[in-house]
């Protein structure tokens, strides 16, 4: 059974600092990994996604890598801002599947 | 980038009654969609796949006849909670993929089910 993890569960972080969102998981046969972006009480914005072929994503401020081989995937915010906060969620699609194993998210707080 | 809606986003009801929740993917047909419960602090679990003109395919451990999806369209699926409980008040959220080769899912912006 596929089981995502990541860590750290939060984060408090001046901003302008640069940081890292670790992701885990379990079962490398994925078919594609994505980050999510959760606001309080809201739905979910798809932030990022990685091919299991692939090795990194970016877009503007956002790079996310993946080494399927040992289960990990890093999503990295450049130069973050206090619009940043969220919680962050990782999230696996099984290969042959369409269906998403999520993790319990980092909840990233940026500080003015 | 594809918009998928749910209505109602936030709903109180009481022990006892059925509440229905629509998904609806507003640009693209999605012969697939997903239902997902959240509860506080805690990640998103899989309820049930919804599939356009067959049965819903539910997850171990959620009950089918409590709750209960139509796939009436391509474009509405529909999650009835029935005989809710206070235990059943929870955060919604459905998901279609929209490019079936990359299989990248569009969230709604989920329901809020208070059950009093």
């Known amino acids: 059974k596929q089981e995502v993890t990541q860590i750290p569960a939060a984060l408090s972080v001046p901003e302008g600092e640069n940081l890292v969102l670790n992701c885990s998981f379990t079962d490398s046969a994925i078919y594609n990994l994505q980050w999510f972006r959760q606001d309080p009480g809201k739905g979910l914005t798809s932030l990022l996604l990685i091919q299991s072929s692939q090795r990194e994503q970016t877009s503007g401020r956002l790079n996310a890598s993946l080494d399927k081989s040992s289960g990990r995937s890093t999503l990295y915010i450049a130069a973050s801002q206090p619009g940043d906060s969220a919680t962050y969620l990782c999230?696996?699609?099984?290969?042959?599947?369409?269906?998403?194993?999520f993790g319990k998210g980092t909840k990233l707080t940026v500080n003015p | 980038g594809a918009v998928v809606s749910q209505h109602p986003s936030w709903v109180i009801c009481k022990s006892g009654t059925s509440v229905k929740i629509e998904c609806r993917s507003l640009d693209f047909q999605a012969t697939t969609m997903f239902w997902y419960r959240q509860f506080p602090k805690q990640s998103l679990m899989l309820m049930a796949t919804s599939n356009e003109g067959s049965k819903a395919t539910y997850e171990q451990g959620v009950e089918k006849d409590k709750f209960l999806i139509n796939h009436a369209s391509l474009t509405l699926s529909t999650l009835t909670v029935t005989s809710a409980h206070p235990e059943d008040s929870s955060f919604y959220i459905c998901?279609?993929?929209?490019?079936?080769?990359?299989?990248?899912?569009?969230f709604g912006p989920g329901t809020r089910l208070t059950v009093t």
């Open positions: 998901s279609a993929p929209r490019d079936m080769s990359s299989y990248e899912q569009y």
């Open positions: 999230a696996v699609n099984q290969g042959g599947s369409e269906k998403l194993v």
